[in-house]
């Protein structure tokens, strides 16, 4: 069946650094991929979506690409601030799911002053 | 719009009540679908929705009855709670936005089984 795999959390880093999330999924068709962000205490937000091979997802300075080839959509941000700090998910839906999401497991994104 | 709006935000039972998690939306979306949040386990679909009247098992539906009666409204029924059922719960609505839908989801209800 299908299957998201995030990088193992959680993550620190200061303010302005460099963020890359690694996600990495399998499924059997040709899944949208999305990554969703959770703040604390709040429901999930879609953050930005691909739904094809070399698409690039981008929204509030975070980006991600589509890679068929490495089944991979790491989530990217040049310079992270205190308030990203949050819980970010990756997840996918094939053509036959319809509206269904599979998740990954979650990261959760420290960022310090 | 209030978007996606569930009830209560926190829950206590003992084993072996019963109790249904509200979730309404007012954007008419066709589909909706409720999920779990487990730590370490990102969220699992337990049940969803294409419409109204049509239901359908997702990934952990043991446990849990849905209907669907109307588009707005997505109740979902703890038969006979478990502690194993202790966890965030989820529901979300969504439409589909050319090659992929949008899922719309709500603040969330904690439930705990003691």
């Known amino acids: 069946g299908d299957s998201v795999t995030q990088m193992e959390g959680p993550v620190t880093l200061s303010e302005e650094a460099f963020l890359t999330i690694n996600c990495t999924y399998t499924?059997?068709?040709?899944?949208?991929l999305f990554w969703y962000v959770q703040y604390p205490g709040e429901g999930l937000q879609l953050l930005l979506k691909?739904?094809?091979?070399?698409d690039k997802g981008s929204n509030k300075g975070f980006e991600a690409t589509y890679r068929k080839e490495t089944t991979s959509f790491h989530l990217e941000k040049g310079s992270v601030q205190v308030s990203d700090s949050a819980v970010y998910f990756c997840?996918?839906?094939?053509?036959?799911?319809?509206?269904?999401?599979?998740f990954g497991e979650g990261t959760q994104l420290t960022v310090n002053p | 719009n209030a978007g996606v709006t569930q009830t209560p935000k926190f829950q206590v039972l003992k084993t072996g009540q019963s109790m249904t998690l509200q979730c309404a939306q007012d954007?008419?979306?066709?589909?909706m679908s409720w999920y779990r949040q487990d730590p370490g386990m990102g969220l699992r679909l337990i049940h969803y929705?294409?419409?109204?009247?049509?239901?359908d098992q997702g990934e952990v539906p043991n446990g849990y009855n849905v209907s669907r009666s109307t588009t707005e409204d997505f109740p979902l029924r703890l038969l006979s709670a478990a502690p194993s059922q202790t966890s965030v719960y989820f529901c979300?609505?969504?439409?589909?936005?050319?090659?992929?839908?949008?899922?719309?989801f709500g603040p969330g209800t904690r439930l705990t089984v003691t």
């Open positions: 499924a059997t068709g040709y899944p949208s």
């Open positions: 954007m008419n979306h066709e589909y």
């Open positions: 997840a996918l839906s094939e053509e036959t799911s319809g509206s269904r999401l599979t």
């Open positions: 979300a609505s969504s439409y589909s936005s050319g090659a992929a839908f949008e899922q719309y």
């Open positions: 691909a739904t094809k091979a070399d």
């Open positions: 929705s294409v419409g109204a009247g049509i239901t």
